[in-house]
């Protein structure tokens, strides 16, 4: 288990990597939006802003989707993608980390393999015959190369935090290390009324 623990931090590091390069990716795309804004204001009835906006729109999404897929991983480790805990909250942290288990096996894992291997010929189709937008002179390969490269590190996140979830099983890691601390949704409740009461 020793040696799976350090897979797992291994894994961490790198998607940590990953999420602090993507901060630049933010700050170009927000760049990007703010040149098309300025565009868009002063000269939307030259030939300059006709030709240069559909690449400027375009290159937004393409960073936005970036953005997305290339921190999806690093999301999961810091556990703050959306999860329903109204039911799960209720269960004892084993039986959570059980459902967990059963969660990353029985669904993460099955649909990130399909996706990367439907996506891999999606994206070669477009890299072998240099597809391009049909709105501006952007290839769309670059684009299509995302899906490939944001669903493996969350696979491999995938494996990280399935190790991280056996580790707790085996008395070897606290649940607070991979589980933010969430209150039940009757302590929220309560909490709520009394906050209402107070005023």
């Known amino acids: 288990m020793d040696t799976l623990l350090r897979v797992s931090k291994w894994i961490d590091t790198m998607n940590t990597k990953i999420a602090t390069a993507m901060q630049w990716a933010v700050l170009v795309a927000v760049i990007l939006s703010t040149f098309n804004a300025v565009l868009r204001t002063f ?3 030259t030939a300059l ?3 240069v906006s559909n690449i400027l729109f375009e290159s937004q999404f393409i960073f936005f989707g970036g953005i997305f897929l290339l921190t999806a991983a690093y999301t999961l480790k810091k556990d ?19 459902l967990d288990i059963i969660g990353i096996i029985f669904f993460m894992f099955p649909v990130c393999a399909l996706v990367l ?15 391009h937008s049909g709105n501006s002179p952007l290839l769309l390969w670059p684009t299509k190369i995302l899906l490939p490269l944001g669903f493996f590190p969350l696979l491999l996140q995938g494996v990280s935090e399935l ?28 909490a709520y009324i009394d906050a209402i009461q107070q005023k």
């Open 43 to 45: 000269f939307s009835k």
């Open 49 to 51: 802003f006709q030709h």
């Open 80 to 98: 703050e993608h959306v999860r329903i805990d109204v039911l799960v909250a209720r269960y004892s942290e084993r039986t959570q980390v059980k």
């Open 117 to 131: 291997m439907l996506c891999f010929g999606f994206f070669m189709q477009s890299f072998t015959s240099g597809e």
């Open 163 to 190: 190790i991280k979830r056996v580790a707790y099983l085996q008395g070897k890691m606290a649940f607070h290390a991979f589980r933010k601390a969430g209150q039940n949704p009757d302590d929220e409740v309560k």
